[in-house]
């Protein structure tokens, strides 16, 4: 900032009205910007020249704190879905919907299977079901934990890609906001069923 600034000539801008004043040596910017009542402040220091905008650094200072802040806020935001092996296509593709406008707002959404019982022998199936939710929702994130077995369950985190690259497949603007605990819907029933028949875990929807 200001006398700081090592380089012998800078491109300038002032921040007031985004006007480019070109390229002129350092002192001629540090004096443009006394004569506005402001400050010379490198932005872009490995730029050719290095480019300074003129600014007030108080409220520099305070909007760049800000937006660091907000991006903290949603890159430490994570929702979570369950699932279940048998899940059916009505309650998949209910979920699925609901993690597009979670990723589509940007959080994070982490994808939590639950094994009952003997489906524990059959885990191919929950990745399967990882591997489905993953395709299907590659228009709006991408993987950021791999599927993995932790306990009884596997887990698989995905993250938003940019806003610009998001597209929805399964839901729109019109539809129904989802809880703001995902985990919270129709699948809180984790009690083991022990002696379910093999079956249940051969057949899956998914």
């Known amino acids: 900032m200001n006398g700081r ?18 390229v002129m040596p350092i002192q001629e910017a540090l004096r443009l910007a006394q004569s506005c009542g402001l400050d010379l402040v490198e932005v872009a220091p490995n730029a050719n020249p290095p480019v300074c905008r003129i ?4 409220k520099f200072r305070y909007d760049l704190a800000k937006q660091e802040k907000e991006r903290k806020q949603v890159a430490g935001r994570v929702k979570e879905i369950k699932f279940r092996v048998n899940i059916s296509d009505h309650d998949y ?3 699925v919907r609901h993690a ?14 639950q094994f009952r019982g003997r489906e524990m022998a059959h885990q191919e199936l929950g990745m399967r079901v990882m591997a489905r939710l993953r395709e299907d ?11 993995k077995l932790i306990g009884r369950a596997i887990n698989m985190t995905m993250s938003p890609l940019p806003a610009q690259k998001r597209k929805r497949r399964f839901s729109t603007e019109h539809d129904e906001e989802p809880p703001e605990n995902a985990s919270d819907d129709d699948d809180d029933d984790d009690d083991d069923d022990d002696d379910a028949p093999e079956e249940k875990a051969s057949s899956p929807s998914a």
């Open 93 to 95: 593709f209910t979920k």
């Open 137 to 147: 929702l590659s228009t709006m994130a991408q993987v950021e934990m791999e599927p």
């Open 100 to 113: 597009e406008q979670f990723l589509d707002k940007g959080n994070k959404v982490k994808m939590h299977l």
């Open 55 to 58: 600014v007030d650094f108080g």
């Open 5 to 22: 600034i090592r380089a012998r000539e800078v491109r300038v801008i002032i921040a007031l009205n985004n006007e480019q004043r070109g």
